[in-house]
């Protein structure tokens, strides 16, 4: 048996927690099936958008023409862009192990519980008075074993397809249809309903669906029934809602349908560590599991499912753990964005959740015609959407489309951090004509609406 301070199972964003650790002289396990890192950095969201980056220089060219300009594009190396994206890829876990000192060690296996404060890894059993759980999510089966799921792109192994199939109507499938499409690979997208980005602001997700369909070929209210995988070919037959059946073939099909708990290994039965129907470990406000002295954090709770919410509750287990802080932490707002051609940020509630919910809001969509920058794109879709409670000008929802919407939306959690007042956004300076400043008129919009909405009621 072999004692530490502390044991961490995953090293994703808790490879973090790790390192400020080992630094406060604590003696350390961290315990990895796969790659230090975890999905992000090498399945996940960097490598992806890594990708992303040859796809808007892609774009730009094939669309030039909007802006007078007669281009094409002679050449585009496939193979070059994964080999680089391999590249980066293999070299990240040894950056993760050079930032360990010497009291941290790095067991690479699967762990699991032999009981509430005992792990195995290798053969090897280690104890310690505090484990955190950190174990992410994986990605949902596909149903043919040959097909790819989002984590077997990263790293390519084999040549790159020059068709693919892509299933699902999430931000997943819709970056990585994005990008092979824009890649001149043969792409077609399968959605089973008419929705695609469902969890969007309906509005929001309207104006991607009308976007993003001249960009990639969609099939809606389809569903893929028959697979066969033969001479390095898949062979399938769709079928749509009225039961007409089409068969559609490619050399690569991939199932973007959703992540799902990734517990399974540990052997919780061991435990009394619990959890929630969907597989997900329960846990208090300050992280602790059904198990005194077991924490969990990131994706295995099954929360706050992003990489920046797993980073800033693995930041505040430290304060927890190693500085004895008290206080919860209680996120203010949760932002994502949607990595696509259309962009879209996000923070807070829908158009859809407020009437759900019977919220009393004033909500309004502007365009972002009004600033310079915004208009040399030549794009004329892109929009701010905000939905703000008239009594006290707290901004409940902020959604945004259109290029560098992740970029422009920090403004506002920035208000929303600090003072939520969609107020100071109106009063604030802002640099004319940056695109930017496409904010301003969307709040001085809701402000008006909120003033003419108090005066009504």
Not at 137 to 142: G, L, M
Not at 157 to 180: Q, Y
Not at 209 to 232: A, G, L, M, P, R
Not at 399 to 417: C, D, K, W
Request: hydrophobic content about 40%.
């Amino acid at each position: 048996m072999k004692n530490f301070d502390l044991i961490i199972i995953g090293a994703g964003r808790a490879s973090n927690l790790a390192v400020s650790a080992g630094k406060a002289g604590k003696k350390v396990a961290i315990i990895e099936k796969s790659t230090l890192g975890g999905t992000c950095p090498n399945r996940g969201c960097v490598p992806s958008k890594l990708l992303i980056g040859y796809a808007h220089v892609a774009n730009a060219i094939k669309e030039a023409n909007r802006h007078f300009i007669d281009a094409t594009i002679n050449n585009i190396d496939l193979e070059k862009i994964f080999a680089e994206t391999n590249n980066y890829i293999s070299k990240i876990d040894g950056r993760y192990n050079s930032r360990f000192n010497e009291n941290v060690e790095v067991f690479k296996g699967t762990g699991f519980f032999v009981s509430n404060n005992v792990v195995e890894v290798n053969g090897e059993k280690l104890t310690a008075p505090k484990i955190v759980i950190s174990t992410g999510t994986k990605a949902k089966a596909p149903e043919h074993e040959k097909a790819w799921t989002s984590d077997d792109i990263f790293p390519l192994k084999g040549k790159v397809p020059k068709s693919i199939t892509i299933v699902g109507s999430g931000f997943i499938a819709c970056e990585l249809a994005g990008f092979f499409s824009s890649m001149g690979v043969k792409t077609k997208l399968i959605v089973r309903s008419q929705n695609i980005l469902g969890n969007e602001d309906e509005e929001i997700a309207s104006i991607f669906k009308k976007e993003f369909s001249q960009k990639v070929d969609i099939v809606f209210d389809t569903s893929v029934k028959d697979v066969e995988y033969k001479n390095e070919q898949f062979f399938m037959v769709l079928e749509n809602l009225d039961g007409k059946k089409i068969e559609h073939q490619s050399e690569a099909l991939l199932y973007a349908i959703g992540r799902e708990s990734n517990t399974d290994s540990l052997k919780l039965e061991n435990t009394s560590i619990q959890t929630n129907e969907k597989g997900y470990i329960k846990r208090d406000e300050f992280f602790e599991t059904t198990a005194k002295g077991v924490y969990v954090v990131g994706d295995a709770a099954g929360v706050y499912m992003l990489q920046h919410a797993a980073a800033y509750e693995v930041n505040h287990l430290g304060k927890i753990l190693l500085e004895d802080c008290n206080i919860p932490l209680k996120f203010k707002y949760m932002p994502h964005g949607v990595f696509t051609e259309p962009e879209i940020a996000s923070v807070g509630i829908t158009e859809q959740e407020a009437k759900k919910q019977n919220l009393e809001c004033v909500i309004t969509t502007t365009t972002w015609l009004a600033s310079a920058k915004a208009m040399s794109t030549r794009l004329k879709y892109p929009v701010t959407k905000f939905i703000v409670n008239p009594k006290n000008y707290e901004i409940l929802g902020c959604h945004l489309i259109g290029p560098e919407s992740s970029t422009m939306i920090h403004q506002v959690l920035a208000v929303m951090h600090i003072n939520n007042d969609i107020r100071h956004l109106k009063e604030m300076l802002y640099i004319h004509p940056a695109m930017s400043e496409a904010i301003l008129p969307a709040a001085v919009e809701s402000v008006k609406e909120i003033e003419k909405y108090n005066l009504e009621v």
